[in-house]
C-alpha cells in the first residue's frame, strides 16, 4: 500500500483527533419513541449548534448489507468506519454462496455431509433463529438443511438461540413455528429424523462476546452437547411455560432448554456428528468455535468432549483462524485507516470498555486481531460489568471518559478512538427509563470531551455506527403506527436497531482551517475514515469513501 500524501494547505489541528462513536444513538424518524431526542442533551444540541453537523447512512447498502430493508449492526458499521469503503458483509457473502451452490460445493460442505453418511451419524446446526440478519438469518438454517436431506443426510438437530434483539423482543414461536413447519415438509422416510434439540435466549447462552462472561458458553456447551438441562416436549412449550414463569421476560434472556421426553434429551452431540454454526457475524461465534475447536482449552471443563467435525458459517477470526474450516469466505478487507496511520508514524489510541472493545480494534481494523505497530498503537478496554444493562445503564462510560481526557491533555496521541456502548447495549433492554439515562450518561461524557478538545485546540468528531436508541417502539410496517400491547395498553417496545442515520458533528474550536460540508447526499459512515484522514492533514487513499469536509 502506497504511503499517504500530506495536504499542502493543512497540517492537521495542533491537538489531537478525537473520533466518538456513540453505538445505538441514531436520528429518529419519529418523536414517540425516540428517546435521544427525548432525553436531555445539552451537549449533543449544542454541537448541533456550533459544529459543522451532517447525518449519514448507517445501514443496508451503505453498510454493505444485501438491501436497505437490512439494518447496520456495530460490526459492519465499525468495519466500514475504519476502512473507508464498502465491502459486502457475511448476509449478502452467504446469500450468494447459496444461490450460486459455491457453500454446498465447498470441500467443508462435502466432508462434513460424507462424514455423517459414513457413520450413520448426527449433523447439528448451533445458531441464532431469526431473519434480523445481523448474525444470521433463517433462510440460511433451512437451505442448508434442504440440502443435506438431499445428499443423504438422514438424521439432523437444531439447537436454536432466541433473538428478541434484533427482532421484535418476543417474537420467538414466529421462527419456531416456521422452522417446525419447515422440518415438518421435508421429504419424509421412515428413517428420516430431521428436530429441534435443544435452545435458550441469546444472552442466557452460548453467544458471549470478548470473553465477557464465559459461563454463557459453558451452559451452552451443557445444553448442546450433553444435553443437559430441563427438559420440554417441545421447543413452544419451553417458550410458553418460562414467559408463564416470568411475566415480562423477553426472548434474549430465556433459559436454556432441553427437548427430549421424560428426561431424555432428543439430541445431544456425540463422537462422529458434525456440527456447523450457522451464524455469519463473527463476535458472538468465536468462543464457542474455541470450545468446539482448541486442544488446550481451559476456560471450562468439557470432559467428555466429543469427537466431531466441526465448521462455522464463517471464518469469524483470520488472524486467529477461528474456526478452522468454514463454508465461506469472509469478506477481504484492506488498506484500513489504523494501518494507514501506523505507516504515517501516527500515535494512536483506542478504548472502549468490553462490550465493544472488539469493535473499535478487530473490526475497526478490517477483522484483523492484534495492532499494526506496538510502539505506535495503545488498546485500552475498560472491563464492563457482569450486570444487566438495565441495572446499570450508565456502564463504563465515565472511566472512558476519564481515559480519553487524560490522554488529550497528555498530548500522547495524535488520533484517539473510542465508544460509548450506552445507546446500543441498553438500547436493546427495551428498558425505557434506562435508556434515557444511558443516552444522558453518553451526553455528559460528552462533555467533559468537548471541554478538553478545546483546551487542547485539537479536532472533535461525533458519531454513531447505527441507530437504536432513537427508535423504541414497534409500528406497524404500513402505516407506521405504534403498535400497543394488548395486556398493559402501553406501546409494544422494541430492542433491535434502526434504519435511522446517524449524526455527524465536526467540532474544531480553534478553526484550524476554513472547512464546509461535502454537499453530496448519499454519503455513508464509511465516509469517516477519509474525514478523519483529512483533518489530520492527509489526502483520503485513492478508493476510500469522499470525506464529509471539504478544505476551503
Same mark, same amino acid.
Given at each position: 500500500m502506497d504511503a499517504l500524501k500530506h495536504l499542502k494547505e493543512f497540517e492537521g489541528p495542533r491537538g489531537p483527533l478525537v473520533l466518538a462513536i456513540m453505538d445505538g444513538v441514531g436520528i429518529g424518524r419519529y418523536e414517540a419513541g425516540d428517546i435521544v431526542q427525548q432525553a436531555a442533551t445539552p451537549t449533543l444540541d449544542w454541537l448541533a449548534q456550533n459544529s459543522l453537523t451532517t447525518r449519514l447512512k448507517a445501514h443496508g447498502t451503505a453498510v454493505g448489507?444485501?438491501?436497505? %430493508? =437490512?439494518?447496520?449492526? $456495530?460490526?459492519?458499521? !465499525?468495519? &466500514?468506519?475504519?476502512?473507508?469503503?464498502?465491502?459486502?458483509?457475511?448476509?449478502?457473502?452467504?446469500?450468494?454462496?447459496?444461490?450460486?451452490?459455491?457453500?454446498?460445493?465447498?470441500?467443508?460442505? %462435502? =466432508?462434513?455431509?460424507? $462424514?455423517?453418511?459414513? !457413520?450413520? &451419524?448426527?449433523?447439528?446446526?448451533?445458531?441464532?433463529l431469526s431473519d434480523g440478519n445481523v448474525h444470521s438469518h433463517i433462510d440460511h438454517l433451512e437451505a442448508m438443511l434442504t440440502e443435506a436431506r438431499q445428499n443423504g443426510v438422514k438424521k439432523a438437530r437444531v439447537h436454536v438461540l432466541l433473538d428478541g434483539r434484533d427482532v421484535p423482543s418476543t417474537s420467538a414461536l414466529t421462527y419456531v413455528d416456521r422452522l417446525e413447519a419447515f422440518l415438518a415438509d421435508l421429504p419424509q422416510d421412515a428413517d428420516i429424523d430431521f428436530a429441534i434439540a435443544s435452545g435458550g435466549g441469546r444472552m442466557q447462552i452460548t453467544m458471549d462476546r470478548y470473553e465477557a462472561d464465559w459461563d454463557m458458553v459453558a451452559r451452552g456447551w451443557e445444553t448442546h452437547v450433553y444435553g443437559q438441562g430441563r427438559v420440554f416436549a417441545s421447543c413452544r412449550e419451553a417458550i410458553e411455560t418460562y414467559r408463564t414463569e416470568t411475566p415480562g421476560i423477553i426472548d434474549q434472556d430465556l433459559p436454556a432448554f432441553v427437548i427430549g421426553a421424560e428426561e431424555e434429551a432428543r439430541g445431544p452431540i456425540r463422537d462422529g456428528d458434525s456440527v456447523i454454526f450457522f451464524n455469519f457475524r463473527g463476535d458472538r461465534a468465536i468462543e464457542i468455535s474455541k470450545a468446539f475447536e482448541q486442544e488446550n482449552f481451559k476456560h471450562f471443563d468439557r470432559e467428555p468432549r466429543p469427537q466431531v467435525q466441526y465448521a462455522g458459517m464463517m471464518q469469524y477470526d483470520g488472524d486467529a483462524l477461528i474456526p478452522n474450516r468454514y463454508l465461506v469466505d469472509p469478506p477481504g478487507i484492506d488498506r484500513t485507516m489504523g494501518e494507514y496511520l501506523v505507516k504515517a508514524d501516527v500515535r494512536q489510541m483506542a478504548i472502549s470498555e468490553t462490550q465493544k472493545f472488539g469493535h473499535v480494534t478487530y473490526f475497526f481494523n478490517g477483522n484483523r486481531t492484534g495492532k499494526f505497530d506496538d510502539a505506535l498503537e495503545d488498546y485500552i478496554e475498560i472491563p464492563s460489568d457482569r450486570v444487566p444493562f438495565e441495572e446499570r445503564p450508565w456502564m463504563k462510560a465515565a472511566e472512558i471518559a476519564d481515559k480519553v481526557v487524560d490522554a488529550i491533555h497528555n498530548g500522547d496521541y495524535r488520533f484517539i478512538r473510542l465508544n460509548f456502548a450506552n445507546g446500543d447495549m441498553v438500547g436493546h433492554t427495551g428498558i425505557i427509563p434506562a435508556v434515557r439515562i444511558a443516552v444522558e450518561t453518553v451526553d455528559l461524557c460528552l462533555a467533559r470531551i468537548v471541554k478538553a478538545i478545546r483546551q487542547a485546540n485539537g479536532i472533535l468528531v461525533v458519531t454513531a455506527d447505527h441507530g437504536n436508541s432513537d427508535d423504541m417502539f414497534e409500528r406497524n410496517k404500513k402505516t407506521g403506527e405504534v403498535i400497543i400491547d394488548p395486556d398493559s395498553g402501553e406501546p409494544k417496545t422494541k430492542t433491535a436497531h434502526s434504519l435511522n442515520p446517524v449524526p455527524v458533528h465536526i467540532y474544531d474550536p480553534g478553526r484550524t482551517h476554513p472547512m464546509r460540508l461535502n454537499p453530496r447526499p448519499d454519503l455513508g459512515i464509511s465516509s469517516l475514515a477519509a474525514t478523519c484522514l483529512t483533518l489530520l492533514g492527509f489526502e483520503p487513499p485513492e478508493g476510500y469513501t469522499p470525506s464529509i469536509v471539504e478544505l476551503d
Open positions: 448489507m444485501p438491501s436497505d %430493508k =437490512d439494518m447496520g449492526n $456495530s460490526e459492519v458499521g !465499525h468495519n &466500514a468506519i475504519g476502512c473507508g469503503r464498502v465491502f459486502e458483509q457475511g448476509a449478502a457473502l452467504v446469500n450468494q454462496a447459496i444461490a450460486q451452490r459455491t457453500l454446498f460445493e465447498g470441500t467443508v460442505w %462435502k =466432508d462434513l455431509i460424507r $462424514s455423517v453418511c459414513q !457413520h450413520d &451419524a448426527t449433523l447439528h446446526f448451533i445458531g441464532l
